[in-house]
């Protein structure tokens, strides 16, 4: 009898056991991204691999000419906002975003070019400074991140 319930726990286990080869997208998705030299970035992150907490708003308010607090996350606070390469321009800048928890981890990065200087004709990321100054960046359709 004592014999039967260890199988039977056994086999249970070995049901429940986590599969080798965790299913995983590559991407995530970035939509409704803007930003102003005011300094404040909006958009929403959409991530496959967790549907559950997934899309999030992410909001971040910063010093422009400085870099965001070290703990910038998005609303969900599971993602990291970085700006890898220190002070940014919105006119060309690096954003990277982490997965701060999760069986999945992600990190990845990517260049929005406004084509400021050339480098970028066609770019999606447009970009226009108001009569004071002030940049507004945003853009056009949704951005896929490698993680
Ligand atoms: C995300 O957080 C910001 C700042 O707390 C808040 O203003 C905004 O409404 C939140 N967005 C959502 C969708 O909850």
Redesign the pocket.
């Known amino acids: 009898m004592k014999l039967t319930i260890a199988s039977l726990i056994l086999a249970a286990t070995s049901v429940f056991a986590a599969p080798s080869g965790v299913k995983r997208d590559s991407s995530i998705q970035i939509s409704d991204f803007r930003a102003t030299s005011g300094a404040s970035m909006h958009f929403v992150v959409t991530d496959s691999n967790y549907p559950d907490d997934t899309p999030?708003?992410?909001?971040l308010i910063w010093q422009y000419g400085e870099s965001p607090n070290k703990n910038a996350r998005c609303?969900n606070s599971q993602y990291y906002i970085r700006f890898p390469n220190g002070p940014i321009d919105l006119n060309r800048f690096t954003l990277e975003l982490e997965r701060v928890s999760g069986d999945v981890p992600e990190k990845g990065q990517v260049l929005l070019s406004s084509n400021a200087n050339g480098e970028a004709p066609g770019t999606k990321w447009n970009c226009h400074k108001n009569e004071a100054g002030i940049l507004f960046c945003s853009y056009d359709g949704v951005l896929e991140m490698q993680v």
Request: aromatic share 0%.
């Open positions: 999030t708003d992410c909001n609303n």
